[in-house]
């Protein structure tokens, strides 16, 4: 019922999108049952998860098989806890991944369509801008040295991540205007620094002899959320540069943010991450998996 209400604490919680078309859908209908309706948009915001993130893999694979393994790691990424999952925590990885699809298609059109419902969505989706300005600028040689260059010479995609950026601050200013008077930003900085603090704790108390599933939250992370970027780590020089280091930058640009104004306790916080990983590893492995054979 939180997840629906029109007058929320905080400005990363204006998640209005599928609360409002909920909302709309009860109003018409006059059902009035809405945990049954937004668990069935949870499992379709999660079928399209599936379906966007092979149509990536596809992108960058061109192997059926390694497009279908790798949406089902989302099923170890997402936490499965249906108490705790907001209805909006699925769309926010949609709509990236198809906002990142659509960008590398250059098919500006549906990316803007994709990243104006992610805004309504959630705030995160504004990382993808931030990739994409670092990534425009990498894929230069000698990207410092030639960077005025550069931008001149793709003006056009910087001036729509611009307008963007611009288009993201309205809607924020609008929501906030109209659902209730509160503040542009959280801070959860000393929140976060207790919680990192209570983890190692938990880490150093932790009795690795007799570890059950879920007895530790950051242990649990750290198995498989470390052994994905360890992954990453180990085989980068099979990643595209300019890929690498723009999700580098972006990553160590927007770590302290969400630091500062998301709450760490809640893996979310990491959920505009995901389809960037996804990427990585489409490039790790699709060379074993094209050697596996099969249909490609």
Same mark, same amino acid.
């Given at each position: 019922? +939180? ?13 209005? @999108? ?13 059902? $009035?049952?809405? !945990? ?30 390694? /497009?279908?393994?790798?949406? !089902? ?20 990885? @949609?709509? /990236? ?15 803007? &369509?994709?990243?104006? !419902? ?9 990382? =993808? ?12 040689? $000698? ?28 809607? +924020? ?7 209730? +008077? ?33 007895? =530790?939250?950051?242990? /649990? ?6 052994? &994905? ?27 302290? @943010?969400?630091?500062? &104004?998301?709450?760490? =306790?809640?893996?979310? &916080? ?27």
């Amino acid at each position: 019922q +939180k997840s629906l209400a029109r007058k929320v604490a905080g400005p990363i919680r204006y998640r209005i @999108l599928l609360p409002e078309v909920i909302n709309l859908i009860s109003a018409i209908t006059g059902l $009035k049952d809405l !945990l049954g309706l937004t668990m069935i948009f949870r499992f379709a915001s999660l079928a399209l998860v599936f379906l966007s993130t092979y149509m990536l893999v596809m992108f960058f694979s061109n192997n059926h098989y390694l /497009s279908i393994f790798l949406p !089902l790691l989302y099923v170890f990424m997402i936490p499965f806890s249906w108490d705790v999952l907001y209805v909006t925590d699925f769309p926010e990885i @949609l709509f /990236s991944t198809l906002f990142i699809y659509s960008m590398f298609r250059n098919n500006y059109a549906w990316a803007g &369509i994709f990243f104006i !419902l992610g805004a309504l969505n959630n705030d995160p989706i504004v990382f =993808n801008l931030v990739f994409f300005g670092f990534y425009t600028i990498l894929k230069a040689k $000698k990207p410092l040295k030639n960077l005025l260059t550069t931008i001149k010479n793709n003006k056009k995609t910087f001036l729509f991540l611009i307008l963007l950026f611009i288009i993201f601050l309205i809607l +924020k200013f609008i929501i906030i205007s109209t659902y209730g +008077k509160t503040w542009y930003y959280e801070n959860q900085f000393k929140e976060n620094i207790h919680h990192i603090k209570e983890y190692i704790s938990r880490f150093e108390r932790f009795n690795f002899q007799h570890y059950e599933p879920g007895l =530790n939250k950051f242990f /649990s992370f750290v198995i498989f959320g470390g052994g &994905i970027y360890l992954l990453i780590i180990l085989f980068y020089r099979r990643l595209p540069h300019d890929f690498l280091v723009g999700f580098i930058l972006t990553f160590l640009v927007f770590i302290p @943010l969400l630091l500062y &104004i998301g709450t760490i =306790n809640e893996t979310r &916080i990491l959920y505009v991450f995901y389809p960037y990983v996804i990427i990585c590893l489409a490039y790790i492995f699709k060379e074993d998996f094209n050697k596996f054979g099969g249909f490609k």
